[in-house]
């Protein structure tokens, strides 16, 4: 069984920067795609990030791009989301999701986890992360 678990949300200043991680276990093969996503209140959940576990590729949203990026520790299994220059509006509830890829290619499956986030079905339990001046 394939389980996520997000971790390392918090308090921090505007313009600051933060970590957040991102276990994964139950993965019997790399054919998945792990993505970071957030939901601030009354808002859509948004795709932020994006990485293939079999071939490395990295997805990055535009709204994002610059400032926050996805890296991953195969061995230790856990992924990042690393977020700099820290926004009030970056405020909301951050989660990783994942989804197989197995005989797609890793690009459509990020496309279509970013535009259909309610169709997938493996989250891991959100990190709140409050950035205030």
């Known amino acids: 069984e394939v389980q996520l678990q997000a971790s390392g949300g918090g308090l921090v200043r505007t313009g600051g920067s933060l970590r957040l991680s991102c276990a994964t276990s139950?993965?019997?093969?790399?054919?998945?795609?792990v993505a970071w996503f957030r939901q601030a209140p009354g808002k859509r959940r948004e795709g932020l990030a994006a990485?293939?576990?079999?071939?490395?590729?990295?997805f990055t949203s535009e709204s994002v791009k610059g400032r926050f990026s996805i890296s991953n520790e195969n061995d230790k299994h856990l992924l990042y989301l690393i977020m700099n220059n820290l926004k009030d509006e970056d405020t909301a509830i951050y989660y990783c999701?994942?989804?197989?890829?197995?005989?797609?290619?890793?690009?459509?499956?990020?496309?279509?986890?970013?535009?259909?986030?309610?169709?997938?079905?493996?989250w891991g339990q959100g990190t709140q992360v409050t950035v205030s001046s």
């Open positions: 999701a994942a989804e197989t890829t197995a005989m797609r290619d890793s690009a459509i499956t990020v496309g279509a986890m970013f535009r259909r986030p309610d169709l997938i079905t493996l």
């Open positions: 139950g993965f019997t093969s790399d054919d998945y795609a």
């Open positions: 990485i293939s576990l079999r071939d490395g590729q990295i």
